[in-house]
């Protein structure tokens, strides 16, 4: 973090010091809100959680090392009291961007892809310069804030996920780090119960070409007809990315190997270059496509895009994270969230790897999908059939069965099986999973199918 005096800090955010013996202490770490991830230097941000409050945790985070604690009251220990701590955050965030104005902020939001294509552009773009990106996917009013103040004088990109929950979001967070570059990935079908609709998802999304100004760059999805009309709700020079023929920033003669691992070639001013990624996955090829957008945008050349690209690896866990086992048994986790269209996506990449090999789906319900939730399970249940699935387990209630009975009603030959929790689901993947099977682990994020994914990864015996 750019070095701040505790007075600094106090000023910045409109707090006031208490029991601080000497104001004129560096905070030189970042900011947190786990008094567990404390830095030497840093600050602690006494937040209130879903089963406790920071507040309890201060003389806990002072005694690791923070150099004060931002707070509502006083704590006994150094503090800095403010009237709202997320608030704060914000003003604190702001200034270390203040402090750097020449670093260059990259917002990216969209219904799927956002944690993939930051972690890519993460990997691609310290070829141009130092480059901080998002941690793992903390991407809203506090996430966003704690990521800033990783921010010292010598990095020059800083990568920012923008997630959203409602139309005035994405703004708010805007202000707060004013992008430069603004990448839109897709509007699909995550969150749409919380939207009331893919339009309105869109309308929220949009916000952040909104904030960009003249001199910016909007990297808009050609593919993705919402996307691409966002092109008329901003000031700044509009950059495609896609298949589609009319796009900036292309992919020709996408292949895939027997892994599921896709290449492409990446056409882009005039150039050609080969991409070969390490990811597994067809719907990589987009997110690649993005982040090559991002970089060609800020100057990079295509041959060098398409090698930083091609040595990629996955960073985050729980999103397309292969283990192949000692008994031939290839685990496939991409149980971090699910939603209508990753199901699809991964059910291509299923299909990708199979090479012949049986396929295990075992799904969870997808959340956050209102009153289409029961039609967007069905549709899911149809599509494990259409893709020719070996075994399915259900996992979760009422929107559980629902996507089990449309898979069997459209393909009576399938092997299928209930659980009602994580638990219950190893249970039954351990009887059911035989020697060389493929297998799928996917759900929305509160099933915690990512538990069940890492203890069939980690090679536990079949019967």
């Not at 991407?139 to 409602?166: C, F, K, Q």
């Not at 990448?183 to 339009?199: D, K, W, Y």
């Not at 291509?348 to 956050?368: F, Q």
């Amino acid at each position: 973090m750019i070095p701040l005096s505790l007075e600094a800090v106090a000023a910045a955010v409109g707090g006031r010091l208490h029991d601080v013996p000497d104001p004129s202490v560096l905070v030189s770490a970042p900011t947190v809100v786990d008094s567990r991830a404390v830095e030497p230097g840093g600050l602690f941000a006494a937040l209130p959680g879903e089963h406790a409050d920071g507040h309890t945790f201060a003389e806990n985070a002072v005694r690791a090392g923070a150099a004060a604690v931002l707070a509502t009251r006083p704590v006994g220990v150094p503090a800095i009291v403010v009237d709202d701590v997320l608030d704060a955050l914000a003003a604190l965030a702001r200034t270390v961007l203040a402090a750097v104005p020449e670093a260059v902020v990259i917002g990216l939001t969209g219904s799927a892809g956002k944690t993939s294509t930051k972690d890519l552009l993460a990997q691609v773009l310290p070829e141009i310069g130092p480059t901080i990106a998002t941690v793992k996917s903390f991407n809203g009013e506090i996430g966003m804030p704690l990521t800033v103040t990783h921010l010292d004088r010598s990095v020059r990109y800083v990568v920012l996920e923008m997630g959203a929950r409602g139309v005035g979001h994405i703004a708010h967070l805007t202000r707060i780090a004013p992008p430069a570059v603004g990448l839109v990935l897709n509007v699909g079908t995550a969150h749409v119960g919380e939207f009331g609709g893919r339009e309105q998802i869109a309308l929220a999304k949009g916000e952040l070409v909104e904030a960009l100004a003249e001199d910016g760059v909007a990297v808009l999805n050609a593919d993705d007809p919402l996307v691409a009309a966002m092109a008329s709700r901003t000031r700044a020079r509009v950059l495609t990315f896609g298949v589609a023929n009319d796009a900036d920033v292309r992919a020709l003669d996408v292949t895939v190997d027997p892994s599921g691992r896709p290449s492409f070639t990446l056409a882009a001013e005039g150039a050609r270059a080969r991409v070969d990624l390490s990811l597994h996955g067809v719907h990589h090829v987009s997110n690649a496509l993005a982040a090559a957008a991002v970089a060609i945008g800020l100057g990079m050349g295509a041959e060098k895009v398409a090698g930083a690209l091609s040595r990629a690896v996955l960073v985050a866990s729980g999103r397309m994270e292969v283990t192949d086992r000692a008994d031939g048994v290839r685990i496939v986790n991409d149980a971090f969230n699910a939603n209508p269209d990753s199901m699809k996506a991964a059910f291509t990449a299923l299909a990708a790897m199979s090479e012949g090999r049986r396929t295990v789906a075992i799904l969870g319900e997808m959340k956050e999908l209102g009153a289409d939730g029961e039609d967007e399970h069905r549709g899911v249940g149809r599509l494990v059939a259409a893709a020719g699935i070996d075994v399915l387990i259900a996992v979760g209630a009422d929107d559980a069965r629902t996507l089990a009975s449309a898979a069997a009603q459209d393909n009576p030959t399938l092997t299928l099986a209930h659980a009602q929790d994580r638990d219950e689901a190893l249970t039954l993947a351990l009887d059911l999973i035989r020697p060389g099977d493929v297998v799928l682990v996917k759900g929305s994020h509160s099933v915690e199918l990512e538990h069940t994914a890492e203890r069939l990864a980690g090679g536990g015996t079949l019967p």
